[in-house]
């Protein structure tokens, strides 16, 4: 089955997968959203959904990263070592690009920072994850 319309390649299934995987990624993103809104009331709304949506648009950008690693190496292809050196390649440069591409919106970044002082109407220098201002439940 693999390598026809209905199997692992083409670009239709590329695009129904991406958009499931869109869904549920973005689900969990919207469920982190609300239990850091829950836990951590001082903080506006907006910060989480940065956060939160930053982390969502990388996860979407870089999907084609896994995309491929399977392309190359499909679970039950041959040669089947091919698939042990693939997949952790392809896992390890999904996640570096996945958490280097949010950091620019990580609370502790000078964009974080920015953003979120200006959303909650505080200033300073002082990152929320720094010892001075930090709440002791972020601690």
């Known amino acids: 089955m693999s ?28 469920i982190d959203v609300l239990t850091i809104v829950h836990e951590h009331p001082q903080y506006p709304v907006a910060a989480p959904l940065v956060w939160e949506g930053s982390s969502w648009l990388t996860w979407i950008a870089f999907l084609w990263i896994a995309w491929g690693a399977f392309r190359l190496a499909p679970p039950r292809g041959r040669p089947w070592w091919r698939m042990l050196i693939v997949h952790p390649v392809g896992a390890v440069l999904f996640s570096l690009a996945h958490v280097m591409g949010f950091q620019p919106a990580a609370p502790d970044s000078p964009i974080g920072w920015a953003a979120r002082s200006t959303i909650s109407g505080r200033s300073g220098r002082t990152s929320p994850m720094s010892s001075a201002r930090t709440p002791s439940v972020m601690r």
């Not at 083409?10 to 695009?15: D, E, I, L, M, Q």
């Not at 129904?16 to 995987?21: H, L, M």
């Open 3 to 30: 390598g026809t319309a209905s199997g692992t390649s083409g670009w239709r299934t590329f695009v129904v997968s991406f958009a499931a995987i869109s869904l549920i990624v973005g689900a969990v993103n919207t």
